[in-house]
């Protein structure tokens, strides 16, 4: 089981706090070897600091202010209580001050990057830069779903840092952290992207995370995690802690590609609109690909389609498999619910899909999404526990079998049948009767794809 996954803002400490890291000795060889490639050197020894010369005037430290509500005590609501020790009638709200970290990225504008999380219900803002300037930033907006947040100072001879394509990124380059760890002050570390896409850690509704190595602590968030073309490519925003919440190595960055696209809408709108087609997803795998006849290793099924939708009016089905977007491939599920959550409302894009093996184009105008986002990945299930299923009845020549009850949060339920279903095919081979469901779950392998009618409603629902 995976440790918690905490956010990297933190708490003034009140007292100091000493803190000595070192350098991983396994990063040395690589870096010894990175030299060859054209990496600076100081006395014949490798070395980071021309870069960090000239990006830490960007990378800002953020201190917030923010209002805590007491802890509600039962004995505060005895009146007696309160007129003995004469409490007031109404607790006041106690100040409380964390602090964060945060990148300039247009100094013309005096624009910076943050967390959302840092500066959430912050009533006051203090941005301080690595030459000991201190200004009051105002919030322009701030996003929840991926954790973004802008901020506007006015200051003069600032300086920015260029940002990066975080698309071009590999497993394996070098990266650097800047932030603002316990409210130490500026810090650098050192490390290598880990992985890329991250997702279902349930940080954000919109997870893609880049994972590094390079130490990143409580008060990083916020923070850039840099190239060695002194580019920022991610925001620091979250860590898997041990039980003490300190850096283990596994740290997670909200890449540019989302951090770009939010900017600019919250700079156009003062919020994010996000774009929506109506359909439920999920991952095409290898096995359901297979099942379903395609030559495909990535992309998203098309689970549900909502009535009257973008996606329905566009002519999308259950069932279709979604493999490009705008010309770029799907990664799966939460690459298109991103890369769609994050497009632009009324705007259209172009999704290529697979129907019945054949490759088609389909023209989507995207609507705006309401406060829950609709667009959602459906979690694949392990069995169909808890649903029985019954032959058509007598005279009715229609294909399917019929469910014929299913028991509330069991595992059929929680992959989407419900009682009165019809389930007409596996892997979109018809089926007739529950002897014919029976052989091609069997054959079917680990994972099935079932086609169902409920009422004048088509689904394809993903089960394991």
Aim: proline fraction near 4%; glycine fraction near 10%; hydrophobic fraction near 40%.
């Amino acid at each position: 089981m995976f440790a918690p996954v905490s956010r990297l803002s933190t708490r003034l400490l009140t007292s100091a706090a000493l803190v000595v890291t070192f350098g991983s000795a396994a990063l040395l060889p690589a870096i010894a070897q990175a030299q060859l490639a054209g990496m600076p050197t100081r006395d014949g020894t490798p070395t980071l600091a021309p870069l960090i010369d000239k990006v830490v005037p960007a990378v800002v430290n953020v201190a917030v202010k923010s209002k805590e509500e007491m802890a509600d005590n039962p004995l505060l609501k005895d009146p007696m209580f309160r007129r003995f020790f004469d409490v007031p009638e109404s607790s006041v709200p106690r100040e409380r001050r964390s602090v964060g970290s945060g990148v300039i990225v247009d100094a013309k504008n005096g624009y910076i990057l943050t967390n959302h999380h840092v500066v959430d219900e912050a009533t006051e803002i203090m941005v301080k830069l690595k030459d000991g300037r201190e200004y009051t930033a105002k919030k322009v907006g701030s996003d929840e779903a991926t954790d973004v947040a802008l901020l506007k100072v006015e200051g003069k001879n600032l300086s920015d840092l260029p940002i990066g394509d975080s698309s071009k990124l590999q497993v394996g380059d070098f990266v650097v952290a800047i932030g603002n760890p316990f409210g130490l002050g500026q810090t650098v570390t050192s490390g290598i992207v880990s992985a890329m896409g991250r997702s279902g850690l349930n940080i954000e509704g919109y997870e893609d995370f880049i994972q590094t190595d390079a130490a990143i602590n409580p008060g990083n968030s916020g923070g850039p995690l840099i190239n060695l073309k002194g580019e920022m490519v991610g925001m620091n925003t979250a860590i898997l802690g041990g039980n003490g919440g300190g850096n283990v190595g596994i740290g997670f960055a909200v890449p540019t590609s989302i951090v770009k696209n939010v900017m600019e809408q919250l700079i156009q709108y003062g919020e994010v609109r996000r774009g929506r087609i109506g359909v439920q997803i999920s991952d095409l795998t290898p096995d359901l690909a297979k099942n379903l006849g395609i030559d495909q290793s990535e992309g998203a099924v098309i689970q549900r389609v909502e009535k009257d939708s973008p996606g329905d009016k566009a002519g999308l089905k259950a069932g279709d498999v979604a493999i490009v977007l705008d010309g770029k491939p799907v990664k799966g599920s939460s690459d298109l619910r991103n890369r769609i959550g994050l497009s632009k409302v009324e705007s259209t894009v172009a999704l290529t899909i697979i129907r019945d093996g054949q490759k088609k184009e389909v023209k989507v105008k995207l609507e705006k999404a309401p406060e829950k986002q609709e667009v959602a990945a459906i979690e694949e299930r392990e069995a169909l526990q808890g649903a029985s299923f019954v032959n058509p009845e007598a005279g009715d020549k229609s294909n399917g079998i019929v469910v014929k009850d299913v028991q509330r949060n069991s595992s059929a339920w929680q992959a989407g049948l419900r009682e009165r279903d019809v389930v007409i095919a596996v892997n979109r081979k018809a089926i007739k009767n529950v002897d014919d469901f029976e052989k091609a779950l069997k054959d079917g392998g680990r994972q099935v794809a079932l086609s169902v009618k409920r009422g004048s409603e088509d689904l394809f629902l993903i089960i394991q």
